[in-house]
């Protein structure tokens, strides 16, 4: 067993890594949440070999994005599958640390990890890239509209978005007056996270905006993906997926 691999055993981990050894990353959970990471990788992967073709060796020019990264792990599954570069980008530097160690006890040198809040990022110096992830965030978030900008920002390609939603509003509005009535695209549940900001998921402010199914897709298309669609999940996976509490929608910049 490497120095990094020890290292790495010696903590717990949100995702349960098989490494070099065949031992395998402890979580700490004790494995309750293993099946949407599994859940949420298959999809993603669905995904991608739809988009970039199921051939690893293929796909040393692509690069990636991964806002949120926690501790790395769909940056490791997207260097493990091809992928040329990788920046994972997360807003707690504890993660940042964890992702580095991963990437190199795995020794995927393909990936880079930065600290930084999603809404700080430079856009035009980090420059368009063919796959951004943005996932488990944006229901973290108090301006998810604005995080959603700098995904599309960042995109040059396809975009995955996986979030917890609420159930929606729809319907008409007088706005203003009975004469100006307009439809409602969709609404935002509010969660109070403000006693959680110190757990290593959460909001980094604690006012959260959830949004409904119909908010994000009208949103995802008014900050400028061309096409949206919500991905297929499979019939065993986590069951806020299979039961519609969370989705996975994929953004097209065509
Ligand atoms: C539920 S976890 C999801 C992690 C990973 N993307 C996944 O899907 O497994 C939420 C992540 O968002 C990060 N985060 C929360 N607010 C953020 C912000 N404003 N900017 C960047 N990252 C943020 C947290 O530190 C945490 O790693």
Known sequence: MSDLE???????????????????????????????HHTRTQMMQAALNQEFGADAGTRA???????????????VQLAQS????????DARPEHVADTRLIARTLGLDAIDAEQSDIHALDT??????????????????????GALRIARALCRRLCLVETQI??????WVDYGSYR??????????????????????????????????????????????????????PEDGYEQLVHHKRVMVAGWVD
Request: with cysteine.
């Open 6 to 36: 020890a290292q790495v055993l010696a903590k717990t981990w949100f995702y349960p890594y098989p490494l070099p050894s065949g031992r395998q990353a402890p979580t700490y959970d004790g494995g309750v949440l293993d099946l949407i």
């Open 61 to 75: 020019e692509l690069s990636a994005v991964d806002l949120a990264c926690h501790q790395g792990w769909f940056s």
């Open 82 to 89: 091809g992928f040329g570069r990788v920046l994972a980008v």
């Open 124 to 145: 035009a110096a980090l420059g368009q890239h063919d796959l951004v992830l943005c996932l488990g965030l944006i229901y973290h978030l108090e301006n998810p509209v």
């Open 166 to 171: 609420v159930p929606g509003q729809t319907g």
């Open 180 to 233: 100006f009535v307009r439809p409602l695209k969709g609404s935002f549940g509010i969660i109070d996270e403000t006693g959680e900001t110190h757990g290593p998921e959460a909001s980094t402010t604690g006012i959260c905006l959830v949004p409904s199914l119909e908010a994000l897709l009208w949103i995802m298309q008014r900050v400028g993906f061309s096409r949206v669609e919500v991905l297929p999940v």
